[in-house]
């Protein structure tokens, strides 16, 4: 790529950037996906256990129909505290609002307020009232006695996002200074601190209503989800005062119209979460520790501008496979580090703005990947031009269709031309690669025979040798004549599979003749029955009923059905049994050989039948010899049309060997 075009590549590299970052720092700022980024959160969130020691009395609708209509006389909630304290509750939030005397029965407020002063702390909420139509923001306390009597007073206000569902709330709330706790921090033992959002607002004039410390609510479960007794239960007395003793008790109403009642994420808009379990929320929130706070704003920008930078950088220096590839594990990881941060640390990061500036930034740098690429095509074209003339005599004539008179559709077949000659050329010379590198590959394999497995022989013969002419050290007759029969018969073994091996690979298919091939399995049959004999191994043969004719070498095809006899003898335990069946199939016959052995090492599978490999059963010492049976066996498969293969059963290994046959197929019997 020339300098010019670098550069300009760079600029509109950095052009792309600068418009996403900008895009970034306004979603941020404005919100603009603020659905995506609720969706991604109400998903996030984990249900916890409730608390073991949080109940909610709740005025439901059982209670409605035994007690009567709503609000009922405060001498009910006094004899409720009443009971309460008498079954052991550690503090009572009444989330009922009472900033007004009750004129029918002012007796009754002077009971209620006697009942909260007999030592069962009760906290109770005050009211907000905003004006719509001008005026002044009131903030409406209970009626004096109640407030006297009250260990504690709390705001019981919440947001309402844009969807309609309550994710959070101000946990400090007041009229120019934001002074009132949430009523559930009123209920926690000791200083409850929290990160003011806008310390400033601590001077605000006295006319506005001031909020500070938003929090996120984690929301345990659905409604319902915290420990509930229906109020008329427990002044009935049918409340085991084991469920109350010890345990924060939270008054409120659950049932339809009576209370407030909320969309929340874990009930949606088809069952709303009345306020007193969202006051449990909170309350469990606070005392673990677990209250979810926004990011600031500075934060939230500069981690959404990350993934952009470094999916940007990907798209620089990447191909576009592992730019793609890359710019999804970015968008993955974004994802994953919003939910984790929520879930583990209590942080909330709202991912959507780098994650449409990630499904944005692919695309358009794709297309101006292409934009570059189409020009460059056009430039080559070009000046492949001068050169059709030599080109079409060498390959396919050009199309004569309609399709030759576009300019586009003729360069391309051009370049498909001039391609195909490449493509022939690296073919022939990728496979002069091929076969230098088989010749080379076999040449070290002789060269590793010669030097290695045939030398050793030699060696030992020679050892024997000097042994002998030291009288004091030579060995007896008869250990000598053993010894020098061993290395004999091992040379003779050597020799003889490498020129087994080389013989099968010269063999020509074309002067195959053709025989049964239950000769053959005769033959190696009688051959491995002496071996199998000495050592108590029987060796049950099957094979079809009828001729069964292949094209094939009958001495090529015995020899190798007497390597995996061999070998089934060698790894069998004495006094086992080996299975040797001849399977004559639509168009094939499979010989199929089964020992009693540890079974295949599979990490070894793969070197079952190259040359010089041995060693390969589970289990098992080297069994000596070359290793050039089985490798006999794959080339007189292939040889004849067919294959072999190797598998491991419970008790031992299986060699099948499959050749293409004449004969239609017959029933198998013994022999």
């Not at 609000?71 to 509750?89: D, I, K, N, S």
């Not at 559709?409 to 073919?427: E, G, H, K, S, V």
């Amino acid at each position: 790529m020339s300098a010019r075009r670098r550069s300009r590549w760079t600029r509109q590299w950095l052009g792309l950037l600068v418009v996403m970052s900008v895009v970034v720092v306004l979603a941020c700022t404005y919100r603009w996906f603020w659905r995506l980024d609720f969706a991604v959160y109400d998903a996030s969130l984990p249900t916890r256990a409730a608390p073991s020691d949080v109940v909610i009395v709740a005025i439901d609708d059982a209670s409605i129909e035994s007690i009567g209509r709503w609000p009922w006389r405060r001498v009910v909630h006094a004899t409720l505290l009443e009971r309460l304290r008498a079954m052991g509750a550690r503090i009572v939030a009444l989330d009922i609002l009472m900033t007004e005397a009750d004129p029918t029965s002012p007796e009754d407020d002077a009971q209620l307020a006697s009942a909260m002063s007999q030592g069962l702390p009760v906290v109770l909420p005050l009211m907000v009232r905003f004006p719509r139509n001008g005026g002044f923001i009131r903030e409406e306390l209970p009626i004096p006695p109640l407030a006297r009597s009250a260990a504690a007073i709390g705001h019981v206000n919440v947001e309402v996002d844009p969807d309609g569902m309550v994710r959070s709330l101000f946990l400090k709330e007041g009229l120019g200074s934001p002074r009132r706790p949430y009523l559930a921090s009123t209920m926690i033992p000791g200083n409850q601190k929290c990160a003011a959002n806008h310390p400033d607002l601590e001077h605000a004039p006295q006319g506005v209503w001031v909020r500070d410390c938003q929090i996120l609510i984690p929301y345990s479960g659905p409604p319902g989800h915290f420990a509930q007794v229906s109020y008329a239960d427990v002044l009935a007395g049918r409340v085991n005062d084991s469920a109350i003793r010890g345990k924060i008790v939270l008054v409120g109403a659950t049932a339809q119209g009576v209370g407030d009642a909320w969309s929340t994420p874990f009930s949606g808009a088809a069952q709303a979460m009345a306020g007193v379990e969202i006051l449990a929320n909170v309350l469990q929130a606070q005392r673990h520790g677990t209250l979810i706070r926004k990011v600031p704003l500075v934060p939230t920008i500069l981690l959404s501008l990350l993934p952009i930078y470094l999916l940007g950088i990907a798209l620089r220096v990447m191909t576009p496979r592992w730019s793609m590839m890359y710019g999804t594990a970015i968008g993955l990881m974004t994802i994953a580090t919003a939910v984790l941060a929520l879930q583990l640390v209590h942080w909330w990061w709202p991912p959507s703005a780098a994650l449409l500036s990630i499904l944005a930034l692919y695309p358009l740098w794709s297309w101006r990947r292409l934009v570059a690429t189409q020009s460059f095509m056009d430039e080559e074209f070009a000046r492949l031009a001068g050169v059709e003339q030599s080109l079409t005599p060498s390959v396919a004539p050009p199309s004569s269709d309609g399709r030759a008179l576009d300019p586009v559709d003729r360069r391309i077949d051009l370049l498909r031309r001039a391609t195909q000659l490449l493509i022939d050329a690296r073919q022939r010379l990728l496979t002069d690669i091929s076969e230098m590198r088989k010749a080379q590959s076999e040449r070290d394999d002789v060269i590793r025979f010669l030097s290695h497995d045939m030398k050793s022989p030699a060696s030992s013969l020679m050892g024997l040798a000097q042994l002998q002419r030291d009288p004091h050290r030579a060995l007896a007759p008869n250990e000598l004549s053993d010894r020098l029969d061993v290395l004999a018969q091992r040379t003779l073994t050597l020799v003889d599979g490498f020129v087994a091996l080389a013989r099968a690979e010269s063999v020509d298919p074309n002067k195959f003749d053709e025989f049964d091939v239950r000769d053959a399995i005769q033959d190696a049959y009688d051959e491995v029955w002496g071996a199998a004999q000495s050592r108590g191994i029987a060796i049950s043969c099957t094979a079809p009923a009828v001729l069964v004719h292949i094209d094939g070498d009958r001495q090529l095809l015995a020899r190798a059905i007497v390597n995996l006899l061999g070998n089934a003898v060698k790894f069998s335990p004495d006094g086992s049994t080996i299975l040797l069946e001849c399977l004559a199939q639509s168009a094939t016959v499979l010989i199929r050989i089964a020992d009693s052995g540890p079974g295949i090492d599979p990490e070894q599978q793969t070197l079952l039948f190259q040359r010089f490999t041995r060693g390969v059963h589970r289990g098992g010492k080297d069994p000596g010899g070359a290793g050039l049976g089985l490798a006999f066996v794959r080339v007189v498969a292939q040889k004849h049309g067919g294959r072999v293969w190797a598998e491991n059963t419970t008790g031992g290994a299986v060699f099948c060997l499959s050749i293409p046959s004449r004969d239609v197929p017959g029933r198998g019997v013994d022999i």
